[in-house]
């Protein structure tokens, strides 16, 4: 139901900006968010929004060089990624989830509902 865009290889420093739209236009959410995993390792929460007000909230690793925002009119969310590290490396998970339910800005995987299919992400050192 979302799909999700924009992976890639980088060098260390460098920036790319992920894509996440609804195969179904007008999906009802609450919030989305982003999680990767890397190779071996759990799925881990980057970064969600809420869809109504915009209000953002990042996991230490991304904060101050991941941006997510979104795009009303595309029902589209983005990751904007700077100063990307190896350490950045994994499958990047799009997910929206339908309700509020735990957390006011959701970031545990039980929270999400709706996921897409990851884009890769590789940084080379």
């Known amino acids: 139901q979302l799909q999700a865009s924009g992976g890639g290889t980088v060098q260390a420093g460098g920036s790319l900006r992920l894509s996440c739209a609804a195969a179904?236009?007008?999906?009802?959410?609450?919030?989305w968010g982003w999680f990767r995993q890397a190779p071996g390792k759990e799925r881990d929460f980057v970064a969600a929004i809420t869809w109504r007000n915009g209000r953002p909230y990042y996991a230490d690793s991304a904060k101050g060089r991941f941006t997510i925002s979104r795009d009303g009119a595309e029902d589209t969310v983005h990751l904007q990624m700077n100063s990307l590290k190896p350490e950045d490396t994994a499958v990047y998970y799009c997910a929206a989830a339908a309700k509020q339910t735990v957390y006011t800005i959701p970031r545990t995987r039980n929270e999400f509902d709706y996921w897409g299919q990851g884009t890769q992400v590789t940084v080379s050192s």
């Open positions: 179904e236009r007008r999906l009802s959410t609450y919030a």
